[in-house]
């Protein structure tokens, strides 16, 4: 029978819709401003008792409060607020009321019911642009890693030269390194003994009778180090944005060498970049003796939690610093065991060749120095407090390795207990090198009352949008007018779910692509019933008019979205930040209003209408040519 | 309803075309676009006081605070400014330069937004515009050849760059500001008004095959007069959200959504005409779309 779908394709749809309403349903439910608090060090655990000074500090400076609780296996601590615009002004008296051992960070706490809970539905995060916050990019500085690169290697050959006795000349010249020599012989000797210390440059001369050789640095040595360099500011930065209070940062590589950073919540952009542009370093120091006098040791923590609590005496002496390591790398040894390559550079090598050289089988401590701040509350002149962070330097021993020989600028540690233990010491070790120099080139800040405003706006402007064009379809379309509405607001929630259940950031040029959805999502049901009615005015039956209709329409309407999609998916390619929250959102959006618009408006049709005799079709006027019309009069 | 002869008229639409990219391309090499901040890098500095203020006294504020060339303008109210400092001010002045104007202003003052642009990230931003659009055109041109025939990818590709063209020269003749949500909002009008080009090709690829008694210029007519009743649905219900968008969408979606509403309107002008004139100039024949005939195949002709 014509127009009529089989039980299972209206249960299908019934299904993908009741799924799309399931997934939609989160964002009905707006988050609680919270704020979560968590140890500095990630030692402190949360347990009761922190959460009850914390919850009667609140209660003494009124602010109300609610839904405490201890998330994640005592690491963190959750207190939820009755206002938003207390949100800020909490967390500076918790902070202070806990002190520097604990982070009190900014959050929204979702309020998602345990029913959509339970089938892991969640609402759309809120791009910065609709939640305020901190969007930084940086930049890693190419040219300075290429030219540490370049000096490195500068080094390395000056001193196998000096160790093969081959004398020369070395200068740099853009991206090689030139050497003159004497003879032609001693430029044949220098070319073996690059070439074996360094295989990965490109030696070249100038003629056979010239004693002269340039070592080029490839294009692909060039893009290890800009990959090895934005991969270290990746980790470091990583680090660095969880000392900051944020519940949900977000720090990402963008292109060849850019680094997003977003912070939901900050306002302060002068402390962001404060502490997201510092320096951590290294040093290097022997492990004291039993006889070295009190006065020329040191006694430091463990860092890490596995050996929480366990100490160090070290020399008050250092050997080197953290400048003088060019690179670190997890690597393993022939039987397999887990260990760390050092290599440092010409000088670290000579100071750490003379510093070992007479303590084999002592022990050497690598100390980790990080800059922290300790906060103090004073009263101003005008009585009002004012938070004054002090800098200080924390030093926590790494490791404590055995020097097994004289060391030079490349050595190893080992008797680590496992792979991941020497990624992870290498990565602090690297730390120190600080592999490139990095700056802000991008930054916007958006306040949480503008956030606020642009989701009032776009929703306001979504509801108007929508409810005109419900009202024309309806007036000009009739009963498919009612069909494409609701197609229309089923498109709308499997948009909204889709969305969510791919984890979207919704934007505000989001919110702009779900309105613009909807105004061309309406257009394959335009298609449609325009195909319905010419059908009907050439004095097809409404039957056949309906079925005929569709199938025409069907592949127009596959033409000309696949060509819109092609270009919202090179919009996502190209774009960035809110662009491609657009791209995301219209490419979204005009496959589920493929599936509405083509499927479901179907089904409703062939529901109102199928499989039964209709006289007339309530699709607003169709006008009946003369032709068409004296053929009904004879039917 | 009498059918419309629009082709007749084609003459007079390619000289109004040419009119206005004409215009485009005169004021494009005049006063080129007014480049938005993520074009020209720079700080951007919303601020919301709470009572009206005075423009004037800002801009002196400023001065007195050593901010040479920095453009105040009010945003929306009189209560929220716009202040913009050229590219010569490092990303630390921003911070610096409100807590001047806070100094220096007898009530409270809120930092909505700031945005810092460095120079680097202008260029590229350009670059990668420009690349993306030249990029949309080819792809285009090579999915409707494939799906349709060359002259029609040729005819889809000239009316997408006309309407891409001419929002350009509607922005740089308003001098309205010319950000990244307007280049998104180009980049989405080539992808609706390849929709509107592509549901009349198609029926003119159709009709083509359809109608054998007929001229290509009188089957484009009856094509576009079959589809004028969908074009003109489907432009009015977008530009109903699109108004609504522009209108209480606020300020940082405005010049989006006026990018939309120009593009939709000439979008659905150059999907008419546009598109069709270039396909009949290009001399689009039966034979171009003619498919290998089955036998026996429904060949009833529809009576204008």
Redesign the interface.
């Known amino acids: 029978m014509l127009n009529r779908y089989p039980l299972w394709k209206n249960l299908f749809i019934t299904l993908i819709v009741a799924m799309g309403f399931y997934y939609a349903a989160p964002n009905l439910y707006a988050p609680d401003p919270a704020l979560q608090i968590g140890g500095s060090s990630g030692a402190q655990g949360i347990n009761g008792p922190l959460m009850d000074r914390a919850s009667q500090a609140l209660s003494e400076a009124g602010i109300g409060y609610f839904g405490e609780e201890i998330q994640a296996l005592g690491k963190t601590g959750l207190i939820r607020l009755e206002s938003r615009e207390q949100q800020l002004k909490a967390q500076a008296i918790l902070q202070r009321a806990l002190g520097d051992g604990y982070i009190v960070a900014l959050n929204l706490a979702p309020t998602t019911p345990d029913w959509l809970v339970s089938g892991s539905a969640r609402p759309m995060k809120l791009g910065l ?1 609709l939640s305020g916050g901190v969007h930084f ?1 940086l ?1 890693v500085d190419v040219d300075a890693a290429t030219d540490r690169k370049l000096e490195h290697y500068e080094n390395g050959i000056k001193r196998r030269l000096r160790e093969e006795r081959i004398r020369g000349r070395l200068a740099l010249e853009g991206t090689r390194i030139g050497m003159t020599f004497r003879s032609v012989e001693d430029r044949e000797a220098a070319r073996s003994a690059v070439k074996d210390l360094y295989p990965e440059l490109l030696l070249d001369r100038v003629d056979e009778d010239v004693p002269q050789l340039f070592a080029e640095v490839t294009e692909t040595t060039i893009a290890e180090v800009v990959e090895y360099a934005v991969a270290q500011n990746l980790t470091t930065l990583r680090n660095r944005v969880n000392e900051l209070g944020v519940s949900e940062p977000l720090v990402q590589r963008q292109g060849k060498n850019r680094i997003v950073v977003e912070l939901p919540g900050i306002q302060d ?2 402390e962001a ?1 404060r502490i997201l542009g510092k320096v951590a370093n290294l040093e290097f120091r022997l492990v004291a003796e039993a006889n070295t006098p009190i006065s020329e040791r040191q006694r430091f923590d463990y860092r890490g939690e596995s050996r929480q609590g366990m100490t160090e005496w070290l020399e008050r002496d250092i050997i080197i610093t953290g400048e003088r390591v060019s690179n670190a790398a997890a690597s393993f040894d022939q039987n397999g065991q887990p260990n760390v390559q050092i290599t440092l550079d010409g000088e670290g090598g000579m100071l750490m060749s003379r510093a070992t050289r007479a303590n084999v089988k002592r022990r050497m401590g690598v100390l980790f120095i990080e800059r922290k701040y300790r906060t103090r509350y004073e009263n101003d002149e005008n009585g009002e407090t004012v938070v004054i962070r002090d800098p200080y330097d924390e030093k926590k021993v790494l490791t404590a390795p055995v020097i097994q020989s004289a060391l030079g600028a490349q050595f190893q540690i080992t008797g680590l207990d496992s792979p991941a233990e020497s990624s992870e010491l290498a990565l602090m070790l690297r730390a120190g090198a600080l592999a490139a120099p990095i ?9 949480p ?2 956030g606020a ?2 989701i009032e ?2 929703v ?3 509801q ?3 409810a ?2 419900v009202l ?2 309806l007036v ?1 379309y009739r009963v498919f007018g009612v069909i494409a509405v609701v197609a229309l607001t089923a498109n709308l929630v499997l948009l909204v779910a889709v969305m969510s259940l791919l984890s979207a950031t919704l934007t ?2 989001g919110i ?1 692509g779900i ?2 959805t ?3 999502a ?2 394959a049901n ?2 449609i019933f ?1 195909r319905i ?2 059908e009907l005015a ?1 004095g097809t039956s409404s039957q056949l008019a309906i079925h005929s209709g569709f199938e025409r329409a069907v ?2 309407i596959l ?6 999609l ?3 998916i ?2 996502y ?3 960035t930040g ?2 491609k929250g ?2 995301v959102t ?1 490419s979204v959006g005009i496959i589920t209003s493929m599936f509405t618009a083509i499927m479901g408006t179907r089904a409703l049709v062939n529901i109102s209408y199928g499989g039964r005799r209709v006289d007339r079709l309530s699709i607003g006027r169709v ?1 009946m ?1 003369a ?1 068409a019309v004296s053929k009904e009069a004879t039917a | ?1 009498k059918s419309i002869a629009f082709m007749k008229g084609r003459f007079v639409a390619a000289a109004f075309s040419g009119l206005l990219l004409l215009a485009t391309v005169v004021s494009l090499s005049f006063q080129q676009l007014n480049w938005g901040l993520d074009f020209t890098g720079g700080t951007l500095i ?1 601020l ?1 006081y709470d009572s009206s203020v005075d423009l004037g006294n800002i801009r002196d504020q400023l001065l007195t605070g050593g901010y040479e060339g920095a453009m105040v303008v009010s945003f929306g109210t009189d209560r929220d400014v716009l202040v913009r400092l050229p590219i010569s001010y490092s ?2 002045e ?2 610096r330069m409100v807590e001047v104007l806070r100094g220096a202003a007898s009530q409270k003052v ?9 120079p ?2 202008g260029d590229e931003l350009r670059e ?2 420009g ?2 659009m030249l ?2 055109l080819g ?2 041109l090579i ?2 050849g494939f ?1 349709f025939q060359i002259k029609f990818a040729m005819g889809a590709v000239i009316a997408l760059a006309h309407d891409v063209l001419i929002i350009l020269g509607f922005f740089s003749i308003t001098r309205l500001e010319f950000d ?2 307007v ?2 909002a180009i ?2 009008v ?3 008004s ?3 080009t ?2 009349v090709s ?2 003119i690829r159709e009709n083509l095959r359809k109608i054998r008694k007929m001229e290509p210029l009188g089957v484009v007519d009856v094509s576009l007069n ?2 004028l ?2 074009t003109l ?2 432009s ?10 522009a ?4 300020d ?2 405005f010049g ?2 006026i990018a ?1 509403l120009v593009g939709v309107t000439i979008g659905t002008y150059s999907s008419i005409y546009v598109a069709s004139t270039s396909l009949l100039a290009l001399g689009v024949t039966k034979e171009d779309v003619a498919i290998p005939v089955k036998e026996g195949e429904d060949q009833e002709a ?2 204008p």
């Open positions: 642009d990019k930049e952009t002068a970049k700056s802000f080139v991008e930054e916007r800040t958006v306040g009352s503008l405003e642009n706006l776009g306001k402007s979504l108007l949008g929508l005109l064009v024309f379809m000009y505000l040029p702009a309105v613009l909807v105004g061309m309406v257009d335009v298609l325009a009615r010419e050439a592949t127009t033409d000309a979205n696949i060509t819109t092609i270009v919202a090179i919009l390619a190209v774009g809110p662009i657009f791209a219209l006008r040519r032709a | 309803m919303e919301n990303d630390a921003g911070a809120t930092m909505q937004r700031m945005e810092f642009v460095g680097q990230v990668q515009g690349l993306a990029l949309a792809l285009v999915y409707v799906r990244l949500s280049l998104a980049l989405a080539i992808g609706y390849l929709n509107d592509i549901v198609d029926r079959e589809t009743g969908r649905v489907t009015l219900t977008t530009m109903l959200v699109l108004t609504s968008l209108v209480f969408g606020g940082m979606i989006f959504a939309l529809v009576i």
